[in-house]
């Protein structure tokens, strides 16, 4: 395997990565902090970031890039790329950076992410797989979080089924979480898209505690980034409730699988469904709503 290299190009060169990650490279610094510098200045992140100077960072990405574990290309955009995805601008604090990895052209697509809880029941596996599949037949985008359960189902049946995947994640890009997935993140960022707004220096720098945050705000991400969400299954304390919030509050479409209603467990289906989603009983109930 090759060592992997920073791309660097006219539309998101080395030296805006390292600016952006200078901003973060504080403990203190947070995605709403972030967010509202960028906000206020409107500046590209090497003209707020100035003549500040990190040598450690250089180090450090040299470090990085050199490492062949990662087994990828790394590419960073910030807004004002030709390919930054205008849908961000939906998020409630201003994404200013991505880091990816892949074809940037899924982004042009219509993306619709299917989400549910890390420990599924073997029905929400198949209706995964399934509504990935239907999907993916009628030429959309499975956008997912590379967790275990269901996203991991919705990505493998989009690829299985010869379709195109954007895996959004909670962690910096050349890290693997969970550690099983790690070959399904791999294949994704050769051949799909793999995106993170998740600072690298900053992140080794936190406990992790605040780490832990990067994931909800993945869900938000993931959420603007997408013309819908689809909720397969999901526990009363799930993650994927912060994306059913984000949906609605985005102005996108949130779709419920009927059989989440059935659960007398949890009571967020009807909640949601009071604020606006749409109980989903067929897979034309979805095709109707887009």
């Given amino acids: 395997m090759s060592a992997p290299q920073i791309i660097d190009n006219a539309h998101s060169p080395i030296r805006e990565l390292i600016a952006y990650e200078t901003l973060w490279a504080n403990k203190s610094a947070s995605v709403k902090s972030i967010g509202e510098l960028f906000r206020k200045s409107g500046k590209l992140p090497s ?8 040598p450690e960072l250089e180090t450090y990405f040299a470090d990085l890039f050199s490492n062949p574990q990662v087994g990828y290309n790394i590419g960073f955009m910030h807004r004002g790329h030709a ?4 849908r961000l601008g939906d998020t409630q604090h201003h994404i200013e950076g991505v880091y990816y990895s892949g074809d940037l052209s899924l982004l042009s697509g219509t993306g619709i992410a299917i989400v549910g809880t890390r420990k599924p029941s073997a029905d929400g596996v198949l209706r995964a797989k399934k509504m990935a599949k239907l999907l993916v037949g009628d030429g959309l985008t499975i956008v997912s979080g590379l967790a275990e359960g269901i996203d991991t189902a919705a990505h493998q049946a989009a690829i299985e089924n010869g379709g195109r995947t954007i895996a959004v994640i909670g962690t910096p890009l050349h ?64 993650g994927t409730l912060i994306q059913g919030k984000a949906a609605l509050d985005q102005g996108r479409k949130l779709f419920i699988l009927d059989s989440c209603f059935g659960n007398t467990s949890v009571e967020w289906p009807v909640r949601f469904q009071e604020k606006g989603a749409i109980r989903v009983k067929t897979y034309e109930d979805i095709l109707k709503n887009l």
Avoid: C, D, W
């Fill in 175 to 238: 890290k693997f979480y969970p550690k099983s997935n790690s070959g399904l993140q791999q294949f994704i960022a050769q051949h799909h898209l793999l995106l993170s707004q998740v600072p690298f220096y900053h992140y080794q720098h936190i406990p992790f505690t605040q780490q832990k945050l990067f994931f909800a705000e993945r869900n938000k991400m993931m959420s603007a980034l997408s013309h819908a969400t689809i909720i397969i299954e999901a526990g009363a304390t799930s």
């Fill in 47 to 54: 003209e707020i970031a100035g003549n500040r100077h990190i």
């Fill in 83 to 86: 390919m930054y995805p205008a």
